[in-house]
């Protein structure tokens, strides 16, 4: 969901303004402490996310949360920005990445073992065929490295905006599948039936995905859940409704690993709401009767 475009050189000034507006609203001044930056959990309504500390008066999307709770990812205004929860419980500001800052960066994915993130990127790379590619940053030691070019996947086309399953299948815009095999991924695959949509957020257990879609007659776009069934074929996205669907734009969805909360962009902010949305949609499990 980039909606707003900066000049690169721009951006970590315009990143520090707009994070100290979002201080400035702070009522007090101990650092949040606890899970999720200390927020009391949504209930079925949306609400949005971390006022003032995730949730500025800046254009903030693309939020993920690692596997072991301890490290927030996001977008605000073009740069990847991160947050880590101290020893103590305590969390510190978000902060650019050491990794971003310098060029328009969008579409941060946690690998499944929150030791890499894969994101998106404006930045200059020889040899490259587009001015948009994905980049890599690997953690070793507690430290983010320098980002690397991300050439594992086997496309010509843009890539856009990844989610990685437990089993390392990327699955991108479109919907296709990136399948992980013998330690390699192996050429697109368009799911089967066909998806349609746009940033997608894949399930672990690859059990269900959301993606955001235009509804008839719409231009913005609303989130709906596709689950795969018993055969391996996928269901028809349905939407995840009015309750959480707007008659703004809704995208960047992501399910927390304890399948709690999701976790989506809208009107320039991120919002979370109970993941219970998506489980009462789900399929009932049919039963079919005992030969005798």
């Known amino acids: 969901m980039r909606r707003t475009v900066?000049?690169?050189?721009?951006?970590?000034?315009?990143?520090?303004?707009?994070?100290?507006?979002?201080?400035?609203?702070?009522?007090k001044n101990d650092p949040p402490s606890g899970p999720y930056l200390g927020q009391k959990p949504p209930g079925m309504t949306p609400e949005v996310f971390a006022p003032g500390i995730i949730s500025t008066r800046a254009?903030?999307?693309?939020?993920?949360?690692?596997?072991?709770g301890n490290e927030i990812i996001f977008v605000r205004g073009g740069a990847i920005m991160l947050a880590v929860r101290n020893s103590d419980g305590t969390w510190k500001p978000p902060a650019v990445a050491s990794f971003s800052g310098e060029?328009?960066?969008?579409?941060?994915?946690?690998?499944?073992?929150?030791?890499?993130?894969?994101?998106?990127?404006?930045r200059p790379q020889s040899n490259a065929k587009r001015s948009r590619n994905i980049w890599v940053s690997e953690k070793?030691?507690?430290?983010?490295?320098?980002?690397?070019?991300?050439?594992?996947?086997?496309?010509?086309?843009?890539?856009h905006a990844l989610s990685i399953a437990a089993s390392?299948?990327?699955?991108?815009?479109?919907?296709?599948?990136?399948?992980?095999?013998?330690g390699k991924y192996w050429p697109a695959e368009?799911?089967?039936?066909?998806?349609?949509?746009?940033?997608?957020?894949?399930?672990?257990?690859?059990?269900?995905?959301?993606?955001?879609?235009?509804?008839?007659?719409?231009?913005?776009?609303d989130l709906f859940v596709s689950f795969r069934q018993r055969d391996g074929a996928w269901a028809r996205p349905v939407s995840l409704g009015g309750a959480i669907n707007s008659r703004d734009h809704e995208g960047n969805s992501f399910v927390t690993a304890d399948g709690r909360h999701l976790f989506f962009s809208r009107r320039l902010d991120i919002y979370w709401v109970s993941a219970k949305a998506?489980?009462?949609?789900?399929?009932?499990p049919r039963s079919f009767p005992r030969t005798p």
């Open 59 to 68: 254009d903030e999307y693309g939020l993920e949360v690692s596997v072991d």
């Open 6 to 27: 900066f000049v690169g050189a721009l951006i970590p000034a315009l990143v520090v303004l707009a994070a100290a507006s979002g201080f400035s609203r702070q009522t």
């Open 278 to 284: 998506i489980e009462e949609l789900r399929p009932a």
């Open 190 to 221: 368009h799911l089967s039936p066909p998806v349609k949509g746009l940033f997608p957020f894949i399930a672990p257990d690859e059990s269900f995905i959301v993606l955001s879609d235009r509804p008839p007659g719409r231009v913005d776009a």
């Open 140 to 159: 070793n030691g507690g430290v983010w490295g320098t980002a690397i070019p991300f050439d594992e996947l086997p496309r010509d086309k843009t890539i």
């Open 168 to 182: 390392g299948n990327v699955y991108e815009d479109g919907i296709i599948r990136f399948p992980f095999l013998h």
């Open 103 to 122: 060029h328009i960066d969008g579409e941060p994915c946690f690998s499944p073992d929150g030791r890499r993130i894969v994101f998106s990127s404006r």
